[in-house]
């Protein structure tokens, strides 16, 4: 929902620490390719603060995005890909997006004047489902799929070199545990303390957190029940909330696995 969360006068929803201030989530990844003159972008998820994120951060391209699933919090800033998108279409295509089926068929039937072939629009953005493989190399990195549930939805994490993002996760399948070793940086959803049907509590992140024993794990997905400073003194010491601008070093070597 965001925090502050709309109508709601608590006190993580009026605190003055700017990290209590979070935008829905998203993870922009930025590499150099060797001999290529400029950097390469990747977005997992476009929500809905996808443009003031962009702004927030200088984005002035992306090759390709990801998405974990199609809740509005995760698509509804596809359109603003716009813009980005017709340079790269100069350039030399249109931008793919990669999606489940699951999720191509609700971004196909809300962006209906995008992808229909018989949109008439002329300044829809240049971009092209693409199916979500176990495996996918965009520009010399490649990005594994970490099959996951957000309740009963079967929805993606992905897995970058040393790095992964699970978002909105609820249960890590066992199979899915053995694709996450040796991580240096784990980023794992933890809604709040109390149960929720389709998201992971603090404890539970804590515990996946322990067993995936990346050497630091940053929670992400918070809602206006977590405060930042009162929720990091409770936790582990290389586990703490994540907050919007976070910017991290991720090692992007291909994993053998
Ligand atoms: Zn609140
Ligand atoms: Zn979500």
């Not at 099959?147 to 199979?175: C, K, N, Q």
Request: hydrophobic residues 40%.
């Amino acid at each position: 929902m965001g925090v502050p969360t709309l109508g709601c006068g608590c006190p993580v929803c009026t605190s003055t620490d700017p990290r209590d201030r979070r935008l829905r989530p998203s993870v922009l990844l930025r590499w150099h390719e060797p001999g290529q003159p400029r950097e390469r972008v990747v977005v997992i998820d476009t929500g809905p603060d996808f443009r003031e994120q962009a702004l927030r951060n200088g984005l002035t391209r992306v090759d390709a995005v990801f998405y974990t699933h199609s809740h509005a919090d995760h698509i509804m800033g596809m359109d603003d890909l716009r813009p980005l998108s017709f340079t790269v279409f100069r350039e030399g295509g249109p931008i793919p997006l990669y999606a489940s089926a699951e999720a191509a068929k609700v971004l196909e039937r809300i962006y209906d004047y995008t992808f229909s072939p018989h949109s008439t629009y002329p300044t829809r953005a240049r971009v092209q489902l693409e199916p979500l493989a176990d495996r996918t190399l965009v520009h010399g990195v490649e990005f594994l799929r970490i099959p996951l549930l957000h309740g009963d939805l079967e929805i993606a994490g992905f897995r970058f070199g040393s790095a992964a993002y699970l978002t909105d996760v609820s249960a890590i399948p066992e199979s899915s545990f053995a694709l996450l070793e040796d991580l240096d940086t784990l980023i794992v959803s933890a809604l709040r303390h109390q149960p929720h049907p389709s998201h992971a509590t603090v404890a539970q992140a804590t515990a996946w957190a322990k067993r995936i024993g990346a050497r630091q794990t940053w929670l992400t997905h918070i809602a206006h029940e977590l405060g930042h400073e009162e929720t990091n003194r409770t936790l582990p010491e290389n586990i703490r909330l994540a907050y919007d601008g976070l910017s991290l070093p991720v090692n992007l070597e291909p994993v053998n696995r």
